[in-house]
């Protein structure tokens, strides 16, 4: 059984530049996250979805970050423009239901912007 | 305010030598605490999840244990395949929000 899948792996591109993430959340699953990890904050949840809908945005730093699910086994981070102060590490997760349910996480999307 | 404090933050033990790290938390309305194991450059992997106050789960030499204000992952005569870092994370609410620890980096030595 595939776990949430996520890419790139890894991704540098030039300040200015439009990142976009991919994720595919686990078969069967309603709920969507997308988390940033870096050593200074930790995890912080950006933005999450529940049976395709935006749940909770708040997490997103400013208008540069936008994030879609135009379906149930698709889901979008984008970025624009980039910033070096974005580069971290990009988590997609994904569950059965919000309500407590184990999260499970795919292997990340590695940014570096410079 | 809504927080999670792993402590410690980086803990170094011998083979064989036991401990625990803390989770202690102050959340409204906790609806369950998770803990994770991180590996360097792959995600979080899921461990358990607690939901009362007095709760216990067990995994190999882990043990995780829940109170009102924290929770404790004891872990017995490691090994350094345990080596990791361990987040905890609960759930609040009734807007079901995920709050995150930082995080305790954890190195066995052989």
């Known amino acids: 059984d595939a776990g949430v899948i996520q890419s790139p792996r890894h991704e540098v591109t030039e300040m200015g530049q439009e990142v976009t993430l991919r994720c595919k959340p686990i078969s069967g699953h309603n709920s969507l996250f997308w988390y940033r990890q870096t050593m200074m904050r930790g995890l912080e949840l950006l933005i999450y979805?529940?049976?395709?809908?935006?749940?909770?945005d708040s997490g997103m730093p400013e208008d540069r970050f936008s994030a879609k699910m135009p379906n149930a086994s698709f889901s979008t981070l984008k970025i624009q423009p980039s910033e070096p102060r974005d580069s971290a590490v990009y988590f997609c997760?994904?569950?059965?239901?919000?309500?407590?349910?184990?999260?499970?996480f795919g292997e990340g999307s590695w940014l570096t912007v410079v | 305010e809504d927080q999670v404090t792993q402590s410690p933050e980086a803990l170094r033990l011998q083979e064989g030598e036991s401990s625990s790290l803390n989770c202690s938390y102050t959340v409204s309305g906790l609806r369950g605490l998770f803990w994770y194991r991180q590996d360097p450059g792959k995600g979080p992997e899921f461990l358990f999840t607690?939901?009362?106050a007095g709760e216990e789960k067990e995994k190999e030499r882990l043990k995780a244990t829940l109170t009102k204000k924290e929770s404790f992952l004891h872990i017995t005569a490691p090994k350094p395949e345990d080596s990791a870092t361990y987040l905890c994370a609960v759930v609040k609410g009734r807007d079901d929000k995920i709050i995150f620890g930082k995080g305790t980096r954890l190195h066995i030595l052989p």
């Open positions: 979805f529940n049976n395709n809908v935006p749940i909770d």
């Open positions: 607690l939901y009362s």
């Open positions: 997760a994904s569950s059965m239901d919000p309500s407590g349910n184990t999260i499970y």
